[in-house]
C-alpha cells in the first residue's frame, strides 16, 4: 500500500494504524516522490491526499496505474459533491473524507485489497 500525504502528523497515524493491521505501508509527501515509490514498487492500493506540496494529488492516478498500480482512494478534507465527483471522474474507487475513523479505514481497506466485504 502507498499512503501519499503531505502532513507529517497524518502520514504517521494512518501508517501505524494500517501497518498495526498487518498492512505494509510505503509513503510519500509528494508526487515527485509517489512517482519514484509507486513506479519501483508498484501498491495493490494508493491512498492520495488531493493537495500535495507539489500539485493535485489526482494527477498520480494515470502515471501510477501505467506503473501498475491498482486501487485509487482520494483524501481530502472537503466534503462536497464536486471533489467527490472529480475525484471518481479521476478513476478513485473511493472518496474519504479526513479525519478518517480508524474502523472504516481498516474496514475500506480489507475491501479495496482483499475483497473482504462483511467487516465489522
Known sequence: MLLVEDSALVTDAL?????????RVS???SIADALTV????????VLVDLTLPDG??????EPLRAAGCRTFVALTGHDD???AARCRAAGC????????????LIGKVAQWVDGVNDVA
Open 27 to 29: 509513503v510519500a509527501a
Open 93 to 104: 474507487a473511493d472518496v474519504l473524507v479526513k479525519p478518517v475513523p480508524a474502523r472504516e
Open 81 to 83: 459533491a464536486s471533489t
Open 38 to 45: 509507486g513506479g519501483t514498487d508498484p501498491a495493490a492500493l
Open 15 to 23: 501508517r501505524i494504524l494500517l501497518e498495526a493491521s498487518n498492512r
Open 56 to 61: 493535485d494529488g489526482l494527477a498520480l492516478i
